[in-house]
């Protein structure tokens, strides 16, 4: 039942936008109708499908790193004044550089593979995951650390204990905004140097002026974010059910 | 068991307490009682080792209180539960933190002595604010220390479950004797639970009087005879 209204209204939006192609007469080289993308995605479904994965593994596999690197950095952050005054400003700074300036670098640094979406997917996601990752450990209530403290309990302990555990609901909120950036990431990356994925399927069908196969492409990103989205709450519901 | 000697206290320019000289015996119950801000929590924190004196020292069954130690325990005002730890895990956590064997069937055991059998697999969230208390109490119980220091335990919570939860806390106390030291600025549960009674006084927190309730146990709430020592106290404070 909770599933109706989404489709109602996608099914709504789809309709306008049909509608509007014919009432308009619009030419499907500029705005193709629903009718033109699906059949564009008949035409090469294989291919299309080969792309999407090309480009979800390399979403999956950056933002994976993003947690393995960024939930450290924001422990360190936590753990030390010391580390923070040195290299949360750098951080900051490092997040505010738009990523489409990097990504020509690191293709040249990484090459037109996997390497080089990965990383530019990691830049782009690390920055929410360490945030979040850093602010729910340090909203830790006084009365839990506090009670760690009577307990002469470790800092290990009161780090893994108590301070991550109770981070969990901040880093779910950093994870998905994370799991929508790392899409972005990879086509961005894609669209600068790449032979394989969805980002490389819209740019060359730009050159060959073929819009209805972009919008295909643009569509699958679209099913992409929000499978991954969903996924990520599901896991949620399961791992935070208190929450 | 614990002794408190020349004991001062200052936040910056402010004196919290002065000079506090205390001797509490073994399984001795002593509240110690007074109006807001007259030091009553600093003194339990100084007893528990969370805080540092700026004066005088603490011992606590012979040796000096330097920082929170095991053979102590401490319960707060609210009831500082890990909100995604079951019952039973809560009240295994010092024994986790400790890295001690197995106690479930002790926790079990204490869980029913506070009438929360049958809860052990709930989440804190879907206790009430009395049960919540009950397993900080637990939790409390399982170090099986030597001292246990409650900071006004059942302030936070409504009147009716706050006398239910004295009576509990006096019969847990005869079944368990422990040494206590239970800050309070209620004197119906000073009086109730105390073999001593500590006043304070404010602004820098003194001993202002040291009364004996020398009632026979159990008591209850509202019983006459308790009526003269709340009397008295209510002329202290």
């Known amino acids: 039942m909770k599933a109706v209204l989404p489709v109602v209204g996608l099914v709504a939006i789809i309709g306008l936008w049909w509608l509007a192609t014919i009432v308009f007469g619009i030419d499907s080289f500029l705005v193709p109708s629903p009718a033109d993308v699906v059949a564009s995605f008949v035409e090469l479904p294989g291919y299309l499908l080969e792309q999407t994965l090309v480009t979800l593994w390399e979403a999956v596999f950056g933002f994976v790193v993003s947690i393995v690197v960024g939930v450290p950095i924001a422990l360190l952050i936590v753990g030390s004044t010391i580390m923070e005054r040195m290299f949360y400003p750098l951080l900051v700074a490092l997040n505010a550089v ?4 990097i990504a020509p670098i690191v293709v040249v640094w990484f090459g037109f593979g996997i390497s080089s979406k990965v990383l530019l997917v990691v830049l782009v996601c690390v920055f929410p995951i360490v945030i979040s990752t850093a602010s729910g450990m340090k909203s830790t209530p006084d009365e839990l650390t506090e009670l760690f403290r009577s307990l002469d309990a470790s800092r290990g302990q009161e780090f893994f204990k108590l301070r991550l555990r109770h981070a969990l609901p901040q880093i779910f909120v950093g994870l998905k905004v ?9 086509v961005i990356s894609e669209f600068v140097g790449a032979r394989a994925g969805l980002g490389y399927v819209i740019n060359t069908s730009g050159a060959s002026a073929d819009t209805s196969l972009a919008f295909a492409a643009m569509t699958l990103l679209a099913i992409i974010s929000v499978g991954l989205f969903y996924g990520l709450s599901y896991v949620e519901k399961k791992v935070l059910p208190y929450a | 068991m614990i002794t408190v000697g020349q004991l001062s206290h200052s936040f910056g320019a402010v004196d919290a307490l002065a000079g506090i000289d205390l001797e509490v015996g ?4 002593v509240a110690v009682i007074g109006r807001s801000g007259c030091g009553k929590s600093t003194l339990l924190r100084l007893i ?15 040796s000096e209180v ?18 995604w730890r079951s019952v039973l895990a809560n009240v295994l956590l010092p024994i986790e933190i400790f890295g001690l064997g197995d106690h479930r069937d ?4 204490l869980l029913a002595l506070v009438g929360l059998e049958g809860f052990e697999k709930r989440l804190p969230h879907e206790l009430s604010g009395g049960m919540q208390q009950r397993v900080a109490l637990c939790r409390s119980l399982i170090q099986s220390p030597k001292v246990m220091l409650m900071d006004e335990p059942f302030s936070a919570l409504d009147a009716i479950t706050r006398a239910e939860l004295s009576e509990e806390l006096q019969r847990v106390q005869l079944e368990l004797p422990r040494t206590v030291v239970f800050v309070t600025h209620s004197i119906d549960e000073a009086v109730l639970l105390a073999d001593r009674i500590v006043v304070l006084s404010p602004r820098p927190g003194r001993i202002h009087k040291i009364v004996e309730v020398g009632l026979p146990r159990p008591r209850a709430l509202g ?15």
């Open chain 1, 98 to 101: 738009p990523k489409v300036a």
């Open chain 1, 178 to 186: 994370s799991i929508s950036l790392a899409v972005i990431g990879a």
């Open chain 2, 26 to 29: 073994e399984y001795e119950f």
């Open chain 2, 48 to 62: 528990a080792g969370l805080l540092a004196p700026s004066e005088g020292r603490v011992f606590v069954a012979g």
């Open chain 2, 66 to 83: 330097t920082k929170p130690r095991r053979d102590v325990s401490v319960m707060f005002q609210r009831p500082a539960l890990l909100p």
């Open chain 2, 106 to 109: 002790r926790a079990h055991e």
């Open chain 2, 223 to 237: 019983q006459p005879e308790l009526d003269d020592v709340s009397r008295e106290l209510r002329g202290l404070l």
